[in-house]
């Protein structure tokens, strides 16, 4: 099973308005963190915004802000007012603390957000 | 400027040339690791470091070497490409958690587009 599901593939929205990506994940261990990145066409990873699993208010980075839903396993990321720079591929990612591959992260396939004006 | 440098940013090589991809931080992180990023899939890790002289197979450790003779660099080894090792390539540190917990976040180098005809 995977652990990270995206299920947008891609996603078209018009500039300005707020854009929902959404993230559910799959994990038995009680502590984990949940983190997104974001990915424009020249290919770096940048990070957006992080989760932890003993957070109980919702992160917020700037525009960028997650809906954790604890129950539900769901880390979606919300992009307020969207802009044309917003453009760009969009990774959910977790670390389990019990997790193999040690302080690495498990990544979903992503997301492509097309930004219209 | 606290950053992850790998080279070469592009490479293009024939099946069966070694070749090796450099990877370099300057955050005296003790975690470091290396990803390959292909369309639909997302990035899965290939090996990972958690500190000098230690290393382990990520999700995806076939046809790939690593070493971790010093803290700042942690070389990818393709011994013998073939055509579907052909990716984007991603090295990536952190504090892990042992250093800053949990939430540490992966920093990414630029990526490594390599192409093996």
């Known amino acids: 099973a995977q652990k990270i599901t995206q299920t947008q593939p891609g996603m078209f929205v018009q500039e300005k308005e707020a854009v929902t990506l959404d993230c559910t994940y799959d994990?038995?261990?009680?502590?984990?963190?949940l983190f997104w990145y974001k990915q424009p066409s020249s290919g770096e990873m940048i990070f957006l915004i992080y989760q932890g699993s003993y957070d109980q208010q919702n992160a917020t980075e700037g525009r960028y802000s997650l809906n954790f839903q604890k129950a539900r396993k769901s880390a979606n990321l919300v992009i307020s007012a969207s802009q044309l720079g917003d453009s760009a591929m969009y990774f959910c990612?977790?670390?389990?603390?019990?997790?193999?591959?040690?302080?690495?992260?498990?990544f979903g396939k992503g997301t492509h957000l097309i930004i219209q004006p | 400027e606290a950053q992850v440098t790998q080279n070469p940013r592009y490479l293009i090589t024939v099946t069966g040339k070694k070749l090796t991809v450099t990877c370099s931080q300057n955050m005296n992180h003790e975690y470091m690791s290396w990803y390959r990023q292909d369309p639909g899939l997302g990035l899965r890790q290939i090996y990972y470091s958690m500190n000098v002289e230690v290393t382990d197979k990520g999700d995806v450790p076939e046809g790939y070497k690593v070493s971790r003779k010093e803290k700042r660099n942690f070389p990818l080894i393709l011994e013998s490409p073939s055509p579907n090792q052909t990716s984007l390539y991603f090295c990536?540190?952190?504090?892990?958690?042992?250093?800053?917990?949990?939430?540490?976040?992966?920093?990414f180098g630029n990526g490594t587009r390599l192409t093996v005809t």
């Open positions: 994990t038995s261990d009680p502590s984990y963190g």
């Open positions: 990536a540190s952190s504090l892990g958690r042992r250093q800053g917990g949990l939430g540490s976040p992966l920093h």
């Open positions: 990612a977790m670390r389990e603390a019990l997790g193999g591959g040690a302080d690495g992260l498990t």
